[in-house]
């Protein structure tokens, strides 16, 4: 006896995505404090584009030793806040697989001041860091790290910031 014909297609319900807001307001579960994250800061002169980023590159303690990952994220950038949630992790298509842990590089090309970063997990919780950023001096500067109140917000990552990673545009000197 042969299956009956479906008379419509049935639909597959998308994964829900949680927007910034949303995370911020939303409470996590309790559980034990584990640094999963590693928030790096640095200048970077792409040559080929002759333009000077900021670059906020994070990535995860663990490492991946069979696929590449790299980390899912989504940016909000208000006035002096930029939101940064972390959606999870995505495969690269890779031929050649190397034991790295999973990363991802922003770059941001007109900071100047204080700046408050935001790393958002998918379960709300939320660490943030305070950062003064001066491309006339060559500096960036952590003011701060702290974790918002918020019931079972723990830490989750550390903000460092690399004076070994900078790297400008070489002036040109004319004799």
Request: glycine content about 2%; hydrophobic content about 40%; some cysteine.
């Amino acid at each position: 006896m042969p299956l009956k014909k479906p008379n419509e297609i049935p639909k597959i319900p998308k994964t829900r995505r949680k927007s910034i807001s949303a995370l911020k307001k939303a409470i996590p579960l309790k559980k034990k404090t584990e640094i999963e994250f590693e928030v790096r800061f640095f200048f970077k002169y792409d040559g080929a584009l002759r333009k000077q980023f900021y670059v906020i590159f994070i990535n995860t303690i663990k490492e991946f030793s069979y696929l590449n990952y790299e980390v899912a994220v989504e940016v909000a950038r208000n006035k002096d806040v930029i939101d940064i949630s972390l959606q999870g992790l995505n495969m690269k298509h890779s031929y050649l697989v190397e034991p790295r842990s999973a990363y991802k590089e922003l770059l941001f090309e007109d900071l100047y001041g204080e700046y408050t970063i935001n790393l958002i997990k998918q379960d709300g919780s939320i660490n943030t860091a305070i950062l003064n950023f001066n491309i006339f001096k060559k500096e960036m500067a952590l003011v701060a790290e702290k974790i918002p109140p918020k019931k079972n917000n723990s830490r989750f990552c550390t903000f460092i910031i690399e004076k070994d990673y900078f790297t400008f545009q070489k002036s040109e000197t004319k004799k």
